[in-house]
């Protein structure tokens, strides 16, 4: 789908829309027209359904949907997934909070941020960090498609969630750097307007733990954020 990392504006909408709904249907009905449908169907989504919580996790049973464009999005990408019948395929929507790897995505560019002194809280601080080490969301995938009793919506996150400013503290350590200037929430909005972002995908908090996961029977090999960075600095 069109990344998210983008303004807002009603032509990028569009676009993440349908590049998430339209290719969710197109895959449902490649499905039903094939003679041996797969056994399992895993669907990405996103932890990003749940609303701003610092308050409490948010998981599978009692997590709350936010309100807005991104948790919209969220909505009819999963609906999308939902309604389409395939009686011959186990379906599985992934629920994916930040996967971190040395290969792209989050990491390289928080690593950057922090080497360059600017590793510090940003806006509040307050605002929890849900993630998950490459390796265990690919297990993940893997234990999901052996079991064969899982099904429905499952969130692709490490069970321990923590404050930004938390996260970023221990990112200066495992770092060895020793001054992180912090971001008001002002100076994120000026910067996102210039690299045409919008500051929701640092300030909205993503308190997510992965109850489902963890119920029937998943270990995670990276559980803590030391774990996860000591393994990928």
């Given at each position: 789908g069109?990344s998210v990392?983008?303004?807002y504006?009603?032509k990028n909408k569009?676009?993440?829309?349908?590049?998430?709904?339209?290719?969710?249907k197109i895959?449902?009905?490649?499905?039903?027209?094939?003679?041996?449908p797969?056994k399992?169907?895993?669907?990405?989504?996103?932890?990003?359904?749940?609303?701003?919580?610092?308050?409490?996790?948010?998981?599978?049973?009692?997590?709350?949907?936010?309100?807005?464009?991104?948790?919209?999005?969220?909505?009819?990408?999963?609906?999308?997934?939902?309604?389409i019948?395939?009686?011959?395929?186990?379906?599985i929507?992934?629920?994916?909070?930040?996967?971190?790897?040395?290969?792209?995505g989050?990491?390289?560019?928080?690593?950057?941020?922090?080497?360059?002194?600017?590793?510090g809280?940003?806006?509040?601080?307050?605002?929890?960090?849900?993630w998950?080490?490459?390796?265990?969301?690919?297990n993940?995938?893997?234990?999901?498609?052996?079991?064969?009793?899982?099904?429905?919506?499952?969130?692709f996150?490490?069970p321990?969630p923590?404050?930004?400013?938390?996260f970023m503290?221990?990112?200066?350590?495992?770092?060895?750097?020793?001054?992180?200037?912090?971001?008001?929430?002002?100076?994120?909005?000026?910067?996102?307007?210039?690299?045409?972002t919008?500051?929701?995908?640092?300030?909205?908090?993503?308190r997510?733990?992965?109850t489902?996961?963890?119920?029937?029977?998943?270990?995670?090999?990276?559980?803590?954020?030391?774990?996860?960075?000591k393994?990928?600095?």
């Amino acid at each position: 789908g069109k990344s998210v990392d983008c303004r807002y504006n009603e032509k990028n909408k569009a676009e993440i829309i349908s590049s998430r709904v339209d290719a969710t249907k197109i895959l449902g009905e490649a499905i039903n027209k094939t003679n041996n449908p797969p056994k399992v169907w895993l669907n990405s989504a996103s932890a990003t359904i749940y609303r701003h919580a610092e308050d409490k996790p948010m998981d599978e049973f009692t997590g709350e949907i936010g309100e807005g464009f991104s948790v919209g999005v969220c909505q009819v990408w999963e609906k999308a997934f939902n309604e389409i019948e395939n009686p011959k395929t186990r379906k599985i929507a992934m629920r994916i909070s930040m996967v971190m790897g040395k290969g792209g995505g989050v990491l390289p560019v928080m690593t950057k941020l922090v080497k360059a002194g600017l590793g510090g809280k940003m806006g509040s601080g307050n605002q929890f960090i849900s993630w998950i080490h490459e390796e265990d969301f690919l297990n993940a995938m893997g234990f999901l498609i052996q079991n064969e009793q899982a099904s429905g919506a499952y969130n692709f996150a490490a069970p321990g969630p923590i404050p930004n400013k938390e996260f970023m503290a221990l990112m200066r350590k495992q770092l060895n750097v020793k001054i992180g200037l912090p971001a008001m929430k002002w100076m994120l909005e000026i910067g996102a307007f210039f690299i045409k972002t919008e500051t929701e995908l640092i300030l909205k908090s993503r308190r997510v733990i992965p109850t489902k996961l963890l119920r029937e029977g998943f270990v995670f090999k990276y559980s803590t954020v030391e774990q996860t960075l000591k393994n990928l600095s």
